[in-house]
T-cell receptor, first 113, second 114 residues
Framework: KAGVTQTPRYLIKTRGQQVTLSCSPISGHRSVSWYQQTPGQGLQFLFEYFSETQRNKGNFPGRFSGRQFSNSRSEMNVSTLELGDSALYLC????????????FGQGTRLTVV | GQNIDQPTEMTATEGAIVQINCTYQTSGFNGLFWYQQHAGEAPTFLSYNVLDGLEEKGRFSSFLSRSKGYSYLLLKELQMKDSASYLCAVRVPYSGAGSYQLTFGKGTKLSVIP
């Protein structure tokens, strides 16, 4: 069974630009969560989507947004990029909202210059 | 707020046993997870504890004490491939029925030496 697929794997953007990241969960999984991972802060929760609805949101500014489609695929958007947004962005999929076992994708490495 | 503490780095010898501790103070608790993450790769699920006690899975065991806000991951018969970061994560309820989120510690980087 295919795992969680994130695209693209690597991105380089300029300050002020915007970026869209994509996550395709494991087939049948309806919950998708997004995390930002940096060396200093570790893994920080961004938001979770379930059945096309954002159910949870972490402490990130409004520049970070996302959505989920009817096929459970999810996108994350960051507008007005800042240097501090450089990080590994991971998405995790699980069967339900309970996150009984979350499976992570390989991540998108975003570098803002 | 949520606070999850684990040592930043540990070093152990191939064939030995190592214990990675995790303490947590969270607003609510609905399970504790351990993940392994090799450099440049995605975290992979290792174990899940929701009740007190020890869960054993091959060379890996995880222990939980909810009253002490404490967990540990025990790795036996260490192999070089066990060199990785180990992430402790607590599932906490979020506002809204049946909604949760995972809060992670910053991870423990384990180096296994010959």
């Amino acid at each position: 069974k295919a795992g969680v697929t994130q695209t693209p794997r690597y991105l380089i953007k300029t300050r002020g630009q915007q970026v869209t990241l994509s996550c395709s969960p494991i087939s049948g999984h309806r919950s998708v969560s997004w995390y930002q991972q940096t060396p200093g802060q570790g893994l920080q929760f961004l938001f979770e989507y379930f059945s096309e609805t954002q159910r949870n949101k972490g402490n990130f500014p409004g520049r970070f947004s996302g959505r989920q489609f009817s096929n459970s695929r999810s996108e994350m958007n960051v507008s007005t990029l800042e240097l501090g947004d450089s990080a590994l962005y991971l998405c995790a999929s699980s069967l339900d909202q309970g996150l009984t076992e979350a499976f992570f994708g390989q991540g998108t490495r975003l570098t803002v210059v | 707020g949520q606070n999850i503490d684990q040592p930043t780095e540990m070093t152990a010898t191939e064939g030995a046993i190592v214990q990675i501790n995790c303490t947590y103070q969270t607003s609510g608790f609905n399970g504790l997870f351990w993940y392994q993450q090799h450099a440049g790769e995605a975290p992979t699920f290792l174990s899940y504890n929701v009740l007190d006690g020890l869960e054993e899975k091959g060379r890996f065991s995880s222990f939980l004490s909810r009253s002490k806000g404490y967990s540990y991951l025990l790795l036996k018969e260490l192999q070089m491939k066990d060199s990785a970061s180990y992430l402790c994560a607590v599932r906490v309820p979020y506002s809204g029925a049946g909604s949760y989120q995972l809060t992670f510690g910053k991870g423990t980087k384990l180096s296994v030496i010959p």
